[in-house]
Each structure stands twice: as structure tokens, then as C-alpha cells.
């Protein structure tokens, strides 16, 4: 069963309670960052702020003003590009459609930051028992736990406006839809963004202007190099892995039987019986 | 975060049962035709006490108590031989006198009935009961249009059953909840339902450490308490008879704590 994330960003306050729910459930720090000129309180999402509410002031094509607000976290693509790209099989997509890292299996490699389309995942440090400081790739899980314990994420759960509701991806698409034809008039540039080049994402938006206005991209792609990556080139670095052990050990073996120290022996002898 | 004290099994019967019950609704529903108007009803008083007429079938109360005495069999194959003893001896009169009885909620009668047949004790009127929920589903489907109008004091508008469930749904709604017939209907947030006090300092709520789900609803005034469960918090929607029984833990807190009934 799939299910998903709706975010209806017509509906949004920007009261900024999801944000705090994710810090309280997920015992997140807190991040305080300088300010940068606008209501907004961190630029983007990180390892340490798993969503940020984005504020946008936008001057319509009519010469209007709208405050567009969007709560912003991972997409949890259907075609995940970080899960691609893990070299440690770190992350993974639920039976639920979330995608989730595994902490333990993490090395902080960062290919899933770098290949993120929508610059979601990212690098947190960490200090171990140890003492050791460590990074690990760091992101919103759709509070896996609670999902899978049948509880609604704690994002969706303290939303008073209704903005963020979870639920089976179909029902959530056909709330979508309803719900884009009652803010046509308003918004006429409202559109459902679930993009396709990643198959569609478990957490999707109505927004209310083109995808570009949020700074989200119009038609993200798991990057090449990703699915090369995954699909021909890990596999086969691990074929290659044996045929090299392989040409060593060969090779170790072939050394021994011709033995070329011996000959070398042999023909140091020689050389010292010439000089003499 | 899951508090449920009621064992796997008896929860995975207990679903069985509320799924034939929705199987058994379908398939009485076009056999029994209920048209109610709300014009010939008391506001104040439940439906179901109002009726001129029984609801209930007896030929297809039969069939009921046979589909959910499969049900019982599949899961507990001990109850099998006692089960079939039971149905194989029930005559026509005795069904009509079921139907009455298990209406009203006549424990006393199935009891004795239990001992005049040596029949453990429990089973004639939970097999009853059980029988009887389809056929009030239905009677809370024909109320459903009006019920909201109902003001009936105590118990259920639709079947007469005490409160005891109500759910919170989005942007804090109450709506209460009958695990009995599966009506629900607004409520008012702050106010008792057992005994219509608003004072909002004679009402209290419990909370079960880590269980964000639930809590108690319990009046100073009437001493009587109401089992809240936030269906907002849940992904999936569940019937009040299953949502009852999953918040059993708060009965036997209230009760421990000196609220309900009799206490």
C-alpha cells in the first residue's frame, strides 16, 4: 500500500508548527542561523532542520502581492536518486513509500547530498561514544516510526489548517485534485506538482504558482550518473572486484612456480662467477 | 506507544466478527427495506425504543446468528461441538424471544437460558448480540440523515446504548461514537455528556503516559467518565466496536480511579 504526503500550500498559515513538531518528535537540535532579511528561519532544509517553512514574497503577473508559504522536506521520490547513488545500500524505500537511511549502515560518503534533486539530504556531525565526530547523511524519514506504529507524522498530525494531511497516495490525489479546483480562482496558476521524471513522490504539493516561484525544479530527473552508477557500474565494480582477485592470485601462484627469486640466485651467482 | 492490553488473538476474532458484520449488512440491506421519518419520532428519546415494528427480522436474524456461529467455530474449534448443539435446538419461538431480548440487552434471560440448556454461561448472548449488530447498523444507516437533530440525553440517539466512546477528528471536532450500532454524532467539546454539565472546572481528562491516541474524559459532577480517542492522529479509519475494544485499557483505568457506573 502506498502512501503519501499531501501538502496543500493554499491552505498553509506558515505558523511554522510542523517544523517544531519534526524538532520535538525527532529530538533534532536546534539550529539558530543569522538572519537573512526575511521571515524565513533557515534557508533550506539540512541534517539538523528535517523541514523548513519557505516564505515567498511574490508579485503576481497582474501586479498583485501574495504571501506564498510552502512547507519544505524531503519528496520521498518513488525513483529516489540518494537511495541509487548509496554505494553502503544505506537507504532504502519502505513498504509504506518512505524513504529512510539506515544510521548504522551510513559512512557519510555524501553522494546522496550531491545527487539529491531537490537538495534535501544532508550531511549532520555526530559524536560518537568514542568521542569520535562523525558525519552521517541526515533527512526527514515520514516519521517512519510513527507511520509504521499507525500514527500519522508528526508534521501532519499538528497541522491546525489541514495544509499537510498523509494517507493512501490515491485518496491523497483525489483530495489534491478536488482541492485544485476550488483555488483556481484564486490561484490561476495552481497546479498539482508530483513530478514524473522520479516516478512521482510520496510527499506532494498543490501549489499555488509554477514550480519554479518555490524554487522547486520543473522537472527533476534521478541524474544519470546515478543510474549508471547503481545499475551498471556497482554491479560491475563488484564483478571486476573478483576478476582482479583473481589475476592476483594467479598471478601470486605463477610467481611461485616459475620462482624467480631462485633464478635470481641462480644468476647472481653467475654474475659474482664472471667478475671473479 | 501501543498500550492495547487485549491479547492478538481475542483482537483478531473480534475483527473477524466485525468483518462479517459488514458482509452480513450488505446482504440483509436489500431484504430489509427501513424507511424512517423523522416527523413521527421523538427528538428526545433513541430511535430504536420507538420503533412500531421489530427491526429485526426473524428468518434473517437466523441466518445471522448461523454466519457469525462459523466465524466463532473457525477461530476457537473447541467452541465447535457446544456451538452447534446450541443453533441446532433453537426453534422459532426461541429466536423471536432472542431477538427481543437481545434488544434490550437481557443478560439475566441469555443466562438462564445458558443453564436451562448447560451451555457455558457467556456464549448464548454473545452469540446474540453479535447477530443483532448488523441489523442495527442498518437501523443507524435510515437514521443517519436526521440523526444530528436528535437531543437524547445519556445514551445513543439511534440504539440507546450508554456513551462511552467518543472520537476527535479534525480541527477538534467531538463526535461520539456507538460501538454498538456505529452511529456518530456532534458533540460539544467542553461539556459532559452524561449528564450535560459545561463548567469546565468539574471536567477532567486522564492521560496514559505514552499513549498519545487515547485519554479519559471523566465529570466531577456525575462522576462518569468518556473514552477519547483522536482518530486524527490515526492513518487508518476503524469501526467504534473496534476502537472500543482497543481502548479497554481506559475502562479498567476509569473504573480503577471510581468513575463509571455504580461506583
Avoid at chain 2, 100 to 121: G, M, R
Avoid at chain 2, 136 to 151: D, G, K, T, V
Wanted: include cysteine; charge should be negative.
Amino acid at each position: 500500500m502506498s502512501y503519501a504526503k499531501l501538502v496543500d500550500v493554499t491552505k498553509c498559515t506558515a505558523c511554522r508548527a510542523c517544523m517544531v513538531a519534526c524538532k520535538n518528535w525527532n529530538d533534532l537540535p536546534s539550529d539558530s542561523q543569522a538572519y537573512g532579511g526575511t521571515y524565513q528561519s533557515h534557508t533550506k532544509c539540512d541534517g539538523k532542520t528535517w523541514n523548513v517553512l519557505q516564505m515567498k514574497e511574490y508579485e503576481t503577473s497582474s501586479g498583485g502581492f501574495e504571501w506564498l508559504f510552502r512547507h519544505q522536506a524531503c519528496m520521498h521520490c518513488e525513483e529516489a536518486a540518494c537511495e541509487k547513488v548509496c554505494p553502503e545500500s544505506a537507504i532504502s524505500t519502505t513498504s509504506l513509500g518512505n524513504v529512510v537511511i539506515d544510521q548504522e549502515k551510513c559512512v557519510g560518503c555524501s553522494y546522496c547530498t550531491q545527487n539529491c534533486p531537490f537538495d534535501v539530504v544532508e550531511l549532520a556531525e555526530y559524536v560518537t561514544e568514542d568521542g569520535e565526530t562523525v558525519e552521517r547523511a541526515q533527512k526527514c524519514t515520514m516519521c517512519d516510526g510513527r507511520i509504521q506504529a499507525g500514527l500519522q507524522p508528526a508534521c501532519a498530525d499538528i497541522c491546525g489548517m489541514d495544509a499537510i494531511v498523509f494517507g493512501k497516495k490515491e485518496e491523497m490525489k483525489k483530495l489534491a485534485e478536488a482541492r485544485l479546483n476550488e483555488v483556481k480562482d484564486r490561484y490561476p496558476n495552481a497546479q498539482i506538482y508530483d513530478p514524473a521524471g522520479v516516478d512521482g513522490t510520496h510527499t506532494f504539493y498543490l501549489l499555488a504558482e509554477d514550480p519554479a516561484v518555490y524554487d522547486l525544479p520543473e522537472n527533476p530527473k534521478v541524474p544519470v550518473s546515478a543510474v549508471v552508477w547503481k545499475d551498471y557500474a556497482q554491479p560491475m565494480g563488484k564483478a571486476l572486484l573478483g576478476v582482479t582477485t583473481m589475476a592476483v592470485m594467479t598471478g601470486y601462484i605463477t610467481n611461485k612456480l616459475f620462482n624467480k627469486e631462485g633464478h635470481a640466485e641462480e644468476g647472481g651467482q653467475t654474475d659474482e662467477t664472471d667478475k671473479e | 506507544m501501543n498500550p492495547n492490553v487485549v491479547s492478538e488473538e481475542y483482537l483478531n476474532l473480534q475483527k473477524a466478527i466485525i468483518n462479517k458484520h459488514d458482509v452480513l449488512r450488505e446482504r440483509f440491506q436489500a431484504e430489509l427495506n427501513l424507511h424512517l421519518s423523522k416527523d413521527e419520532l421523538n427528538e428526545e428519546i433513541p430511535v430504536l425504543p420507538q420503533l412500531k415494528g421489530s427491526p429485526v427480522p426473524g428468518e434473517l436474524y437466523r441466518k445471522s446468528i448461523k454466519e457469525i456461529e462459523s466465524v466463532l467455530s473457525e477461530h476457537q474449534p473447541e467452541l465447535g461441538e457446544e456451538l452447534s448443539r446450541l443453533t441446532a435446538n433453537l426453534t422459532d419461538e426461541d429466536i423471536l424471544k432472542w431477538i427481543k431480548e437481545s434488544v434490550t440487552y437481557n443478560t439475566a434471560y441469555f443466562q438462564t437460558f445458558a443453564e436451562k440448556n448447560e451451555l457455558s454461561a457467556w456464549l448464548p448472548h454473545f452469540l446474540a448480540e453479535q447477530a443483532l449488530r448488523p441489523f442495527m447498523h442498518l437501523l443507524a444507516q435510515a437514521c443517519r440523515p436526521f440523526i444530528n437533530e436528535f437531543e437524547v440525553m445519556g445514551t445513543c440517539p439511534c440504539c440507546g446504548e450508554p456513551h462511552r466512546l467518543a472520537k476527535i477528528e479534525n480541527k477538534g471536532r467531538k463526535f461520539l461514537y456507538c460501538p454498538r450500532c456505529e452511529t456518530e454524532w456532534k458533540q460539544r467539546r467542553l461539556q459532559c455528556v452524561h449528564c450535560g454539565d459545561d463548567r469546565h472546572e468539574h471536567l477532567f481528562y486522564i492521560t496514559i503516559k505514552e499513549d498519545e491516541t487515547a485519554k479519559l474524559e471523566v465529570c466531577e459532577t456525575c462522576n462518569n467518565y468518556l473514552k477519547l480517542v483522536e482518530t486524527k492522529k490515526l492513518l487508518e479509519k476503524k469501526t467504534a466496536a473496534l476502537l472500543d475494544l482497543e481502548t479497554i485499557h481506559l475502562d479498567f483505568v476509569a473504573q480503577e480511579e471510581g468513575y463509571g457506573e455504580g461506583q
